[in-house]
T-cell receptor, first 116, second 114 residues
């Protein structure tokens, strides 16, 4: 399978604990933010998104917090499970260029390891 | 599963060769974006195709080119392969109808250049 994230920062948590993964984004004009999960051998999988007019959004077991003042994004995972082990990327999205296309700019990623 | 498929899964080429990677978008999605993911890094935007036209490009040289077909499937072509082109190539499909563009990724093609 694909060995994603050989040199990424790693967060190790115990099963059942809460996890917090942080991300600093680069462009103050970005208006849409997404967290992706990437397991070995797979493409990024959408977890949760948030628009720039919000500062918090909750999903099932996941919460995203957005602080536009310091350009910071965090992903909180409640009751972390072994299946949550993966590399997590934040991505920022904005309308760009002359064509109005929207493309994602990804952060460098964090590996989450869940200890049983 | 996102419904986005890519072929081949793995590919080995030598420097100077050319390669074509293929992507079938999720049903109903008219936009395909291609990304390059080097080992240990996040995906980097290559370009996007919308209704068969290139709709923006990232910081990649012209030897990276693409096509989109009437059924919205897409190809990524890379000429004159270099060792640094070794990476996972991801395509993502989307339907930018609501102003915010959720992109659904395929599993990727792992390209190794020797």
């Amino acid at each position: 399978g694909e060995n994603v994230g050989l040199h990424l920062p790693t967060l190790s948590v115990q099963e059942g604990d809460n996890s917090i993964i942080n991300c600093a984004y680069s462009n103050s004009a970005s208006d849409y933010f997404i967290w992706y999960k990437q397991e070995s051998g797979k493409g990024p999988q959408f977890i949760i998104d948030i628009r720039s007019n919000m500062d918090k959004r909750q999903g099932q077991r996941v919460t995203v917090l957005l602080n536009k003042t310091v350009k910071h994004l965090s992903l909180q995972i409640a009751a972390t499970q072994p299946g949550d082990s993966a590399v997590y990327f934040c991505a920022e999205n904005m309308v760009g260029g002359d064509t109005g296309r929207r493309a994602l700019t990804f952060g460098s990623g964090t590996r989450l390891q869940v200890q049983p | 599963e996102t419904g986005v498929t890519q072929s081949p899964t793995h590919l080995i080429k030598t420097r100077g060769q050319q390669v074509t990677l293929r992507c079938s978008s999720q049903s109903g999605h008219n936009t395909v974006s291609w990304y390059q993911q080097a080992l240990g890094q996040g995906p980097q935007f290559i370009f996007q195709y919308y209704r068969e036209e290139e709709n923006g490009r990232g910081n990649f040289p012209p030897r990276f080119s693409g096509l989109q077909f009437p059924n919205y499937s897409s190809e990524l072509n890379v000429n004159a392969l270099e060792l640094d082109d070794s990476a996972l190539y991801l395509c993502a499909s989307s339907y930018p109808g609501l102003g915010f563009d959720e992109q659904f990724f395929g599993p990727g093609t792992r390209l190794t250049v020797l």
